[in-house]
Each structure stands twice: as C-alpha cells, then as structure tokens.
C-alpha cells in the first residue's frame, strides 16, 4: 500500500484514508492492524484494478507466532540491497511479521529494525524514511534520498549483537526446531519474569552501543511477550542455549551458557526447562490410556 501511495504522490497516511474513508480516528497508543484486513485487500485490488492474486493474501494473525502490529518493525538490510540491485521496489517480506523470526536465513546476519514511532502509533509510520536513508533503496523506492533522516529511522542495525558461535545454519535449525515442536522453553524465557535473565543476556550478546529502545517505545503493544527485536533476540538465543544443553550439544552464543549456570534464576530457569522437556518426552513416548 505504502509503494503505491508513492507511485500516485501522496503520503502513506492518505491512501489509507482513500482506501479506508470510514475508518474512525485513530486513538493515540492504538494500533490498527491494516495487514490481517481482508476488507482492506478488496479494496486495493479494486483501486489499483490488480487481479486477486496479484495481491498479496492477507497475514494470519491467528497463531501467537504472528507479531502484533505495533512490533513489525525488522527488516533485512542485505534483502532490500538485493531488490534494489534486481531493479524493483524494496518491500517487507511476510516471515519478518512472525515472532521467532530473529535473522535472516538467506544471507546469515540479525535483522534490523526501524526506530519505532514516538508521535503516534507504530503501524502509522511507513518505510519510505528509512528507505531514503540508502541512496540505491531510495533510488530503487522512487523517493528522495536523504542522509540526514537516517539518524532518525535507525532502531537497530545488524552489527549491533555478536554472531553465534555455532554458524548461522545450526541456530536457524535450531529455531525452526523449537518453532514446530511448539517448545515450552521458548513460553518460559518470553515470560515478564524472565525480564532481568534477558537484559543479562543482551549484556553478553551486544557488540555496540545503539539507540536505547525499549518496549515501551513500540506504541501500542499490548502483550507480555516481548516484541521489541533486541528482546526477542535475547529469547531466541536462551531457548536455544537451553534445547543444546538439555541435548548435551556445543554452546550457540559466546558466554550466555556461562549466565544460565552462574544466575540462581537462570538455574531454575534451566531446571523447569529441564522438566518440561523430560514431561514433553514422556507424553510422546508414553500416551496415556484411554
């Protein structure tokens, strides 16, 4: 929506008020989830006069894995460098919305993410600023480029948080693992109680100073679980570390497996993963009788 508005020349916010003239004010804090809008996609196919499969279906939001909308914020720098380079606009692909989707597989770094909205809800501010910030996404999303903005846009950049030590490959398996066994491990460390093992494990994890963002600056969230990238990268990297040593495998992260046995909550932490891993096994192993 946010490039066809560019096409026509007007403002992000415009044509969501030209697809959408019913729509009531917006509240501050409040986030309208416009990407699980099946009203929405009809009406874009029928401005821009696209065929149905022309475009995109809409996200799901029925799973928990599916970000809320005031944290779809991250993107991959290197996969918007690609579709400039290929000659098209550079656009948001659908697994950046999902919860545990921390990095990107294809070219092997963290995902950034943009600075969150501070003068309204997050989901009202577009990509267009940060795509002014790179001269060839600029060039590539048919808007002007301007240096200047990019201080403002940046949340979070790649190089920010050291790579695993593991290789790139075995903690995204690792991930895809603990996404379909629907892990117990990943609930625990996404807990609010588990806030202060988090912010530990960023101290290890970060490799520079950046913009210090919170969770509160994602305007609207609503959820305990973390949705703020540094957060979810903490909890992704826990989950993992966990699962490996619950499998007596190598460590994926220089110095997080060194918190988990020195920190009295992070031991119990261990301890109940421990649990619900050994009472996972079991049920699978042993179903109950009827």
Known sequence: MERISIFYG????RARFILDPNRTAVIHGNNEDFDASEYLRRRLALWTGQSDRAIPRTLSTLTDDALDVAARVTYCSRCW???????QSPYVRRVWSSWSTVLCAEHQVWLCARRPGHQTGTELNGWAPVWQSIP?????????HDPAIREFTVGFEAEMAHPPICGWHD???????????KSTVMALVAKPACAGIRADVWKVLEASNGPRITELDLRGYRRDKPGW?????????LAVEIRRIIQGRAPAFEGVRDLLTARPDARKLLFESRKA??????????????
């Open 277 to 290: 891993a050994w009472q996972s096994h079991s049920n699978c192993q042993f179903p109950a009788k009827r």
């Open 81 to 87: 460098s690609d579709d400039a380079r290929s000659g």
């Open 10 to 13: 007007i403002g992000y916010l």
């Open 136 to 144: 060839d996404w600029a060039v590539a999303a048919c808007v002007r």
């Open 229 to 237: 990238i540094t957060e979810r990268i903490c909890c992704v990297a």
């Open 171 to 181: 903690l995204s398996f690792d991930i895809q693992e603990l996404v379909r066994e």
